[in-house]
T-cell receptor
């Protein structure tokens, strides 16, 4: 079975540009999570969806960040405009929910560098 | 207060020996889950093992076992017969509010670096 798919794997952009990160969760999983990993703050949740509905976006840094999940097989995380402090690894994870076990499975991550 | 604490400095272990990576947690929720993930230098997050707060027995997955001491709020990972490929960063994480139908985020510790010596 395919795992969580993220694209792009690497992104280098200039400050002020729009960045869109994409995620395809594992088929059949009904929860999707966006995490960010930095040296300073470690791994932190940005937002998560349950059945395509955003449940908790308290970790989204500011209005420059937005996330959507238009259907069960696709989600985007957008940063507009990007800033150097957004440089990090962004992970998408999915979970089947408690009926199938609470484990979250992570994608390979997108390494973002904002110059 | 931190919910997940991993305080060990970088750990070293000789190949084929066992190693224990420490994790303590803090929660008042009676229903929670504890997880360990491995992050090798390539960067991906690999799920290793899970322990539920109501599980009676310690979880095991191959060479990985979880030493769960509920009263002490610790969930240490034991890796037996270490291999060179075990060299990585290891993260302990907790998911609270683990009731049927509820979903919640993972809260991660800061991680522990493990180096396996040949």
């Amino acid at each position: 079975d395919a795992g969580v798919i993220q694209s792009p794997r690497h992104e280098v952009t200039e400050m002020g540009q729009e960045v869109t990160l994409r995620c395809k969760p594992i088929s059949g999983h009904n929860s999707l999570f966006w995490y960010r990993q930095t040296m300073m703050r470690g791994l932190e949740l940005l937002i998560y969806f349950n059945n395509n509905v955003p449940i908790d976006d308290s970790g989204m840094p500011e209005d420059r960040f937005s996330a959507k999940m238009p259907n069960a097989s696709f989600s985007t995380l957008k940063i507009q405009p990007s800033e150097p402090r957004d440089s990090a690894v962004y992970f998408c994870a999915s979970s089947m929910g408690l009926a199938g076990g609470p484990t979250q499975y992570f994608g390979p991550g997108t390494r973002l560098l904002v110059l | 207060a931190q919910k997940i604490t991993q305080t060990q400095p970088g750990m070293f272990v000789q190949e084929k020996e066992a190693v224990t990576l420490d994790c303590t947690y803090d929660t008042s929720d009676p229903s929670y889950g504890l997880f360990w993930y491995k992050q090798p230098s390539s960067g991906e997050m690999i799920f290793l093992i899970y322990q539920g707060s109501y599980d009676q027995q310690n979880a095991t997955e191959g060479r990985y076992s979880l030493n769960f001491q509920k009263a002490r709020k610790s969930a240490n990972l034991v890796i037996s017969a270490s291999q060179l490929g075990d060299s990585a960063m290891y993260f302990c994480a907790m998911r609270e509010n683990l009731r049927l139908g509820a979903n919640s985020k993972l809260t991660f510790g800061k991680g522990i670096t493990l180096s396996v010596r040949p």
